[in-house]
């Protein structure tokens, strides 16, 4: 089963940072819109970034817009989220999502067709 593996999740204090990747375990999702969304303990799955198909797009929840960077490696196969100024409240299992969106739709669980297993990031205050 094709698969994205999610990996960089771990634990640091507030202010630090950390770097998810995300890469398929098989076939190539370099045609794919890429997604991060988050999870925490007792909430629903939440949209965090999202990179369109071709890159040249990004889009961000308003509670991570200038701190998370979304980007795509070279072959566009791989997809980041660079995340700074970690807050407590950003402790959340997190999880890639791949999909051929065209427009407008990054935002909702439902457009995604691929997911990884998860990172667990937590943040100490």
């Known amino acids: 089963q094709v698969q994205l593996v999610e990996s960089g999740g771990g634990l640091v204090q507030a202010g630090g940072s950390l770097r998810l990747s995300c890469a398929p375990s098989e076939r190539t999702f370099s045609n794919y819109a890429m997604s991060w969304f988050r999870q925490a303990p007792g909430k629903e799955r939440e949209f965090v970034a999202a990179?369109?198909?071709?890159?040249?797009?990004?889009y961000y929840a308003d509670s991570v817009k200038g701190r998370f960077t979304i980007s795509r490696g070279n072959s566009r196969n791989t997809v980041y989220l660079q995340m700074n100024s970690l807050k407590p409240e950003d402790t959340a299992v997190y999880y890639c999502?791949?999909?051929?969106?065209?427009?407008?739709?990054?935002?909702?669980?439902?457009?995604?067709?691929?997911w990884g297993q998860g990172t667990q990031v937590t943040i100490s205050s």
């Open positions: 990179i369109s198909r071709s890159g040249s797009t990004t």
């Open positions: 999502a791949a999909g051929l969106i065209n427009s407008g739709n990054y935002y909702y669980l439902r457009s995604y067709d691929y």
